[in-house]
C-alpha cells in the first residue's frame, strides 16, 4: 500500500509506504496526517485515537537522566525497537523529518514523521513527533524523560493513533501487538542507556 506525498524539491507527487522508499527531502513539507497536532505536549488526548499513556522508571540520579535524555534525543528508543532511523536533524529540533525503516532495508515498511513539539529543561526533556502520509497509523507519539525530586528518572510515553492504511487495518490485531512490542522495546532501550 502506498500513500502520496509532495516532494518539496520538484513539487511532484511521490509515493511512500509499503515497498516504495521516499527521501527526507520529500517529506519536508508533507502534511500531517491528522488535524489535532501538538496534543501529546499537555492536557488531555484527543477523542476518535487509541490512547497510550505509560510511564516507567528507568534509572536514579541526575547523570542516569542525563544518559536518558541524550538517548532520547539520539533516536536510541526507535533504534532499541528495530527501526532503521534517517533524520533531516536532531530530535531535539521541531521541524526535523524523521523516516523509520520496519522490516527488510528494500522491502521494508517507511514510517514517516515529523518532530511537533521539543521541551528541554533542566529536570524534563523529550519531543513529540507526528504522522506523515505512508505512515501504517495517523497521529502524535511523545518521547519524555524527567528526573524526579526523589532522583527517580521517569521515562514517560504518550501516544494517540488509528490505524490509517487499508493494510494496517486489514491486520488491525497484529498492528496494535506490535505497537505494544514496540513501546516496550522504547523502555528498555531507554533503560540501558539511562544506566550507562
Known sequence: MTL????????????????????????????????????????DLPTGYD???RAAVVGT??????????????WCAQRGAGLRVQA???????????????????????????????VD???????GYGTLPG?????????????QPNGDVVYELRAFSRLATPLSRLGAPVSRRVQSAALDRYVAAIRRAASG
Do not use: K, N
Not at 522491502?107 to 514517516?112: A, H, R, T, V, Y
Open 88 to 118: 533531516s536533524g536532531p530530535a531535539g529540533t521541531p521541524g526535523t523529518v524523521v523516516l523509520m525503516t520496519a522490516g527488510l532495508r528494500r522491502l521494508g515498511l517507511d514510517i514517516p514523521c515529523r518532530v511537533v513539539w521539543v
Open 51 to 53: 490512547h497510550v499513556d
Open 61 to 74: 540520579g541526575r547523570a542516569a537522566f542525563d544518559r536518558a535524555a541524550t538517548a532520547v534525543f539520539g
Open 121 to 127: 529543561e533542566s529536570d524534563r526533556r523529550g519531543f
Open 4 to 43: 502520496p506525498a509532495h516532494d518539496a524539491d520538484t513539487g511532484e507527487t511521490v509515493r511512500v509506504g509499503l515497498l516504495r522508499r521516499t527521501t527526507l527531502a520529500q517529506l519536508a513539507d508533507a502534511p500531517f496526517t491528522y488535524p489535532e497536532v501538538g496534543r501529546t505536549r499537555d492536557g
Open 135 to 147: 505512515h501504517p497509523e495517523s497521529g502524535e507519539e511523545s518521547f519524555v524523560v524527567s528526573v
